[in-house]
DNA sequence: CGTTTCAATATGTATATACATAATCGTCAT
DNA sequence: ATGACGATTATGTATATACATATTGAAACG
């Protein structure tokens, strides 16, 4: 076979070959066909398959399991590591994204929404705002259980069109980014047991711990968004990887 | 020169070739030794620099590349980026400084001290590492009050020092930091309800919420120490300000 | 003077090969 | 049974080589 071969995608889009073996083994398991557990093909199954040298399917499957996705063992070969939802902490992350990679179907369903003249619990967990507030309570589900409770505020000075926006189906996060620059955030993070209302609310006991996640954003010296999310502790754990810069 | 060849690093760890030429430039541009901007060496001249091949040069670019450190351009070079780095929230951060800025006596106390040959358990947690450990329980005071239980493993084959050391009433993050410059840390923070050892350790209810936190830590790929702090609900809220700074 | 062409160059991707290393399995002796 | 030991196997890391591709800079051309 000829040497630099790339190979064309059905959309027509080019990718080289251990790139083509790395999403085709990235998507198996993210479909969850290949479910944790289960031992991938050798090296060896795999250079026949694709008809190309070991060092290319070496290539692909050192990034996987660099990624994560994979662990490797002399011997015994590849197999397919337990799923581990990576919240990027440090980053403003994506439900959807966090629930898809977890092989599940999303969904986002309003609870509440309620347009009001700030109070004082609300100033607080903006952060020194008067004005309107838009609050917002919303579930997100993976599968047919709840994932994460969410209760946000928004403030109305800051960003007025949320005022005609819903948010029955579209959580209300995706929709802030993108339409406010944020130049800084905040989080706080702790453990809390669920009382009656967040238990009923997330299907677990009352008493149980969860998981709350905080998050306070401003843009431009003005507080934009307070959210917090409860998680019940069996459903989550953050994940956060650092290297003193990124390496 | 010989096949598969490994290089003595001073204090006698072998590392693979890649990994270390790998880690000397990471090393030149964290120190700042390379500005952004700067252009490193050409693949050429660091493979006549390591005295090894083009590939094993170019795999170790790749994955700079990859983590974003640099960029390369063809028939140009390649180049240290702007650091594009999250602020690193969860720094190490010393549980003694946390106690003092509460305005309480802070203490840490030793309540186990073992040293093993690691178990699968132990290599699971450190990540895929044989070899001696060191395991420790110790408890943290703000006052007269359990502030936060520690449970850690020590990678002895990393750093030996270690064992000699008995950690009575020194903690061993502190020791820890110095002693060893970490290149990478992991954290998983969860919820949890209190079992009755921990319950009883930390003198609160069994059952009650408590926010787990779980740090990895690698030096130059190695892992160093698996850390587990467990507080209590009350006592904890982990506070994590950051500012986007895009590349 | 501007544009087109082309060679040089550094990186990108693939090959085949070689040997190292860790884990597992079967064999054989105790 | 059981433990020691060597063969086998899959991965880990390195080599040398080959050709592709993007970009630059200089030469050739209108």
Redesign the pocket.
């Known amino acids: 076979?000829?040497?630099?071969?790339?190979?064309e995608m059905e959309d027509g889009e080019?990718?080289?070959?251990?790139?083509?073996i790395l999403s085709d083994i990235r998507e198996k398991i993210l479909s969850g066909a290949w479910a944790p557990g289960h031992r991938?093909?050798?090296?060896?199954?795999l250079?026949a398959q694709?008809?190309?040298?070991?060092?290319?399917?070496?290539?692909?499957?050192?990034q996987l399991?660099k990624a994560g996705l994979i662990e490797?063992?002399?011997?015994?070969?590849?197999f397919v590591r337990q799923p581990q939802s990576q919240a990027a902490v440090l980053e403003l992350h994506d439900i959807r994204i966090e629930v898809e990679a977890l092989g599940l179907p999303y969904r986002y369903e309003r609870l509440e929404r309620m347009k009001r003249r700030g109070n004082a619990e609300d100033r607080s967990l903006l952060g020194l705002s008067a004005g309107p507030v838009l609050w917002l309570e919303g579930l997100h589900f993976a599968g047919e259980r709840p994932f994460a409770l969410e209760q946000r505020l928004i403030n109305l000075s800051a960003v007025g069109e949320a005022s005609e926006e819903e948010f029955l189906d579209i959580a209300p996060g995706p929709w802030l980014i993108g339409r406010v620059p944020w130049s800084e955030a905040e989080h706080r993070i702790r453990a809390m047991a669920a009382d009656e209302t967040i238990a009923d609310t997330l299907d677990i006991d009352p008493g149980a711990p969860c998981l709350v996640v905080e998050r306070r954003t401003w843009s431009a010296e003005h507080p934009v968004t307070h959210v917090r999310f409860i998680y019940p502790a069996e459903s989550h754990t953050l994940v956060a990887r650092f290297t003193p810069s990124q390496g």
Chains 1, 2 share one sequence.
């Open positions: 076979m000829s040497m630099a071969e790339t190979a080019t990718l080289s070959l251990h790139q083509r991938i093909p050798f090296e060896h199954e250079t694709y008809d190309c040298s070991r060092m290319t399917v070496n290539k692909a499957l050192s399991a490797r063992r002399r011997r015994s070969g590849s």
